[in-house]
């Protein structure tokens, strides 16, 4: 059963609101749309009527069905903040009198470690692509980029050569909620783009035109999917043996900064973290590698 015309009205000025009044990126939008979808289809089917009616009893039990069903706590977490947003709109809006979701207290969450690679695992990695050929080029400059500057995957294949400023050094990257940053790239980063740029761009691309600095050799911009694809292939031919995705370059670069004695707002500023919460997780990260060294080499560890 699928959201009848009502829901669908009231999400979609719902996601409108968040875009125009928070700049929440698309991706987000696209996530609470879907959640919104889901739970209209669900009273509709169990209930009988759609958003503007559900009861904090309906909210309930819907979360606990998903629980059930095995749904992480981070998820409903997600989920029910995306809830409250929605009917604290739909109070100013007047759509209803009543917040159901008030008093529905938002899973208890652990504080996940981000997965990391050692410095030399980023280095087996980055050495892992053939750069003889085009292709090969382009995923070094591609990982090395990743690594050097902790972009966000989506920062980085949306990436356009006027972004770039080979002779600064330096990335402007417009992220989440339409803020601008620049990112130093460093001097080996900035090598292999400009190694790329000069000879494998052109030889990927031919006579055909691609506003996306790394293109695929269809002419198109790279998509995260195959890229998140392009550095599995290259993890396994550097013989690491767990899994490793785009995220994971962006977790070593904050690390591996923070482990060199860098200073925490400066690494919230170059990862583009709004809150200074979001970045704090990575001492902790570098809290625990250094137990573990202390642990292994001090004679009363």
């Not at 997780?281 to 809290?287: K, P």
Request: glycine share 8%.
């Amino acid at each position: 059963m699928k959201s009848d015309g009502e829901d669908l009205r009231f999400i979609e000025t719902f996601s409108d609101a968040l875009w125009m009044e928070r700049g929440l990126s698309r991706n987000t939008l696209s996530a609470y749309q879907s959640d919104l979808h889901k739970l209209a289809d669900w009273l509709k089917t169990h209930q009988g009527y759609g958003l503007l009616w559900a009861q904090r009893a309906d909210l309930q039990r819907y979360l606990g069905e998903l629980a059930r069903q095995g749904r992480k706590s981070r998820s409903s977490a997600r989920l029910l903040s995306c809830l409250k947003q929605f009917y604290r709109h739909g109070l100013r809006e007047g759509w209803l009198s009543v917040d159901p979701s008030v008093r529905i207290d938002a899973p208890k969450l652990g504080r996940a470690l981000p997965k990391s690679l050692s410095e030399g695992e980023v280095e087996a990695l980055l050495e892992a692509p053939d750069s003889e050929n085009a292709e090969g080029m382009r995923d070094r400059a591609m990982l090395e980029i990743l690594y050097a500057t902790g972009l966000r995957v989506s920062e980085l294949v949306d990436l356009r050569p006027e972004q770039v400023s080979l002779t600064q050094g330096v990335i402007r990257i417009v992220g989440k909620g339409g803020k601008e940053r620049l990112v130093p790239m460093g001097d080996e980063a900035q090598d292999w783009l400009e190694r790329f740029c000069a000879g494998a761009r052109g030889e990927l691309l031919g006579a055909r035109i691609c506003p996306h600095l790394f293109p695929t050799r269809r002419g198109h911009g790279m998509t995260r999917q195959a890229f998140w694809h392009r550095i599995k292939k290259h993890a396994a031919t550097a013989g690491i043996n767990r899994q490793v995705s785009p995220h994971t370059l962006r977790h070593a670069f904050a690390t591996h900064l923070l482990n060199h004695g860098a200073n925490l707002r400066v690494v919230q500023l170059l990862l583009g973290h709004s809150d200074l919460s979001t970045t704090q997780i990575y001492t902790h990260v570098a809290r625990e590698r250094l137990k573990r060294l202390h642990a292994e080499h001090h004679p009363r560890g």
